[in-house]
């Protein structure tokens, strides 16, 4: 079964584009990539969801090379008010089990 | 509004007292599931369930029960809590596809 590992914390300052790489080694072919994100004491919030190329919304964008071992989460001009963690979660296997990871804590600074 | 709904959202008991979370959702989901949040350790699944009268272990399923009698709720039940069950606890939920799970607001608990 895959593991989702991705960094512990990142920072970046206020306009800047933020690149949040989660690595997913063993992903199986109908494996699923989605990531969350949560603010202190909220549930986390969907962001985006993909399965190959490039995904696009009016928030973020997802980057999934060709060999899936990888994905990246992309947030254009970050504020301060995108402080928070960002989850990398896998949707794998026929029962579509939920492979989470540890969270990246992202701090914008002004 | 579609909303995933947790009570009580604040909860301070002593252990062996039964409790039970409830949790609801109004979008006709089919899957649901319960989650639990401690520093470090990110979120882990109690339990999950896929439909009315399924429900399935998730990672961390010792010393809770859940039950699914209506497609809109999912409550949890800790009949002997223990001071490790001390957490943050989340209920989502999702339709069948695509995979985005709406999550309430948490049930923070804490066990004397």
């Known amino acids: 079964l895959a593991k989702t590992t991705q960094p512990i914390s990142m920072d970046s300052y206020e306009g800047q584009e933020v690149n949040i790489t989660c690595s997913h080694n063993?992903?199986?072919?109908?494996?699923?990539i989605t990531w969350y994100q949560q603010f202190p004491s909220q549930g986390p919030r969907f962001i985006i969801q993909?399965?190959?190329?490039?995904v696009t919304n009016e928030v973020a964008s997802l980057f999934i090379p060709a060999d899936r071992k990888s994905s990246t989460l992309s947030l254009p001009r970050v504020s301060l008010s995108d402080t928070a963690v960002y989850y990398c979660?896998?949707?794998?296997?026929?029962?579509?089990?939920?492979?989470w990871g540890l969270g990246t804590s992202l701090a914008v600074n002004p | 509004e579609a909303q995933v709904t947790q009570n009580p959202r604040y909860l301070i008991t002593v252990t062996g007292k039964k409790l039970t979370v409830t949790c609801s959702q109004n979008?006709?989901?089919?899957?649901m599931s319960w989650y639990r949040q401690d520093p470090g350790l990110g979120l882990r699944q109690i339990y999950y369930?896929?439909?009315?009268?399924?429900?399935d272990k998730g990672d961390v399923p010792e010393g809770y029960k859940v039950s699914r009698k209506e497609k809109r709720n999912f409550p949890l039940i800790l009949e002997s809590p223990s001071p490790n069950q001390t957490s943050l606890y989340f209920c989502?939920?999702?339709?069948?596809?695509?995979?985005?799970?709406?999550f309430g607001p948490g049930t923070r608990l804490t066990v004397t």
């Open positions: 979660l896998l949707i794998a296997g026929n029962n579509r089990k939920l492979i």
């Open positions: 979008m006709n989901h089919e899957y």
């Open positions: 063993n992903i199986a072919t109908n494996d699923y």
């Open positions: 989502a939920s999702r339709a069948a596809y695509p995979y985005e799970q709406y």
């Open positions: 993909g399965y190959k190329t490039k």
């Open positions: 369930s896929m439909n009315v009268e399924v429900t």
